[in-house]
C-alpha cells in the first residue's frame, strides 16, 4: 500500500473509481492487519485494524441514502464493523479475515459496474478533481517531479 499512489489515483478518479479505491484501501488494511497478526506483530495489527475502522467510517460517510443501494450497503458495513471491532477487542484474526473477504468480494462487484459500458460515471472526471500534470511541485519537503506512466497513471 503507497499512499502516494492512492493520492494521485484519487485526484484523477470518478465517482465510482472513488468507491473502488476506499474498498481498496480497506483491503490493504485488513490483508496487512491479519499477516501482521501471523507475525506476533500485535503492535501493527491494532493500529491497520484501527486504520480499517477509520476506512470503513469514509464509506460510510459518502453513503448516499437517497439510494436504495446504500441502504444495502450500510448494512453490511455496520456488520463489517462489528467483526472489525471483535477483530480488535478479542484479538480475532478470522473475524478481521471475514471482513477481508467480504471487502474482497464488494471491490469485484464495484470493479464490473467500472467496466460496465453503460455506467455514464465510470468515464467521467470528478468535477472537483483537479488535474494533474507532469512537471515540477513544491510542497514542504522541496521540488517534487510528477512523471506519468501510460500503465498505471502518475507516480511522484
Not at 491494532?46 to 459518502?62: F, H, M, P, V, W
Amino acid at each position: 500500500m503507497n499512499k502516494e499512489d492512492y493520492t494521485l489515483r484519487i485526484s484523477q478518479a470518478t465517482p465510482v473509481q472513488l468507491v473502488i479505491i476506499n474498498h481498496e484501501i480497506m483491503l490493504d488494511f485488513l490483508t496487512d492487519a491479519a499477516s501482521a497478526f501471523e507475525q506476533s506483530d500485535m503492535e501493527a495489527f491494532y493500529r491497520l485494524i484501527n486504520k480499517s475502522k477509520d476506512a470503513l467510517t469514509q464509506l460510510i460517510e459518502g453513503l448516499d441514502f437517497e439510494h436504495e443501494l446504500a441502504h444495502e450497503l450500510y448494512n453490511l458495513y455496520l456488520y463489517a464493523g462489528e467483526r472489525i471491532n471483535k477483530a480488535l477487542f478479542a484479538n480475532d484474526k478470522d473475524a478481521a479475515k471475514e471482513v477481508a473477504e467480504m471487502f474482497g468480494t464488494l471491490l469485484e462487484g464495484w470493479q464490473a459496474i467500472e467496466d460496465t459500458p453503460d455506467d455514464r460515471l465510470a468515464n467521467l472526471p470528478s468535477q472537483d478533481a483537479p488535474q494533474v500534470f507532469a512537471g515540477l511541485t513544491y510542497g514542504k519537503d522541496g521540488l517534487s517531479e510528477y512523471i506519468p506512466d501510460t500503465s498505471d497513471g502518475y507516480k511522484a
